[in-house]
């Protein structure tokens, strides 16, 4: 069976830093997705980990312990923008197949 | 680069009537496109996976006789929500995977139903 689990919703304050985690069982793995979605607009590409560590970008970085099916999302100084929902996703067999977690809101306050 | 598109953006439908749903990648082609569903404050629900020029494969769960998916070239496949109902009321969105390789999946801005 397909199963991603993460946290239903989190608050921060402007310009700390956050984790979102995300734990998944998969029949298979082919890569992890982290999206970023803002109410009533689609999905938007925020990183992508396939092999074990860290993977950096901006004030985005996303981190994947295959072993432990385990990953995070990492965003540091926060910005009020940063408020939106924030999914993580499973590809399998062979990139076919996307498994949505049901993501993690977060509320940046000022 | 990898724009996917998709037309309308919101529509209203009476009970009953089918309503038609396009997604077009416009910069790429995609032989494989995805469509999902969204509830309201939930995740996003993958209904089908869209082949060019094959039959799509339905997630379990899914009506394929009610909704209707034709990919009938490499930048277009359409939806189709056959005899409309108020439970099917839903944030539709599509996706496309670039035929030229790469891991990632390019969703379209989504279309908001209603079904009144």
Redesign the interface.
């Known amino acids: 069976g397909q199963n991603i689990d993460q946290p239903t919703e989190m608050t921060a304050t402007e310009g700390a830093i956050v984790q979102i985690n995300c734990t998944y069982q998969t029949s298979g793995f082919n890569g992890l997705f982290w999206y970023q979605q803002h109410a009533g607009e689609a999905p938007t590409f925020l990183s992508y980990n396939v092999l074990d560590g860290l993977e950096e970008k901006g004030r985005f970085s996303s981190f994947l312990s295959r072993s432990k099916g385990y990953s995070y999302l990492l965003l540091k100084e926060l910005q009020m923008k940063d408020s939106a929902s924030y999914l993580c996703a499973v590809r399998d067999n062979y990139g076919q197949n996307f498994v949505f977690g049901p993501g993690t809101r977060l509320s940046v306050l000022p | 680069g990898a724009v996917v598109s998709q037309h309308p953006s919101r529509v209203i439908c009476k009970s009953g009537t089918s309503v038609k749903i396009e997604c077009r990648s416009l910069d790429f082609q995609a032989t ?1 496109m ?1 469509w ?1 569903r969204q509830f309201p ?6 209904m089908a ?1 869209s082949n060019e020029g094959s039959k799509a494969t339905y997630e379990q769960g899914v009506e394929k006789d009610k909704f209707l998916i034709n990919h009938a070239s490499l930048t277009l496949s359409t939806l189709t929500v056959t005899s409309a109902h108020p439970e099917d009321s839903s ?1 539709y ?1 599509c ?1 496309a ?1 670039a035929d030229s390789g790469g ?8 279309t ?1 139903l209603t079904v009144t």
Do not use: D, V
Request: aromatic fraction near 26%; hydrophobic fraction near 30%.
């Open positions: 494989t995805f999902y404050k939930q995740s996003l629900m993958l996976t944030f969105i996706s995977r891991y990632e999946q390019y969703f379209g801005p989504g908001r």
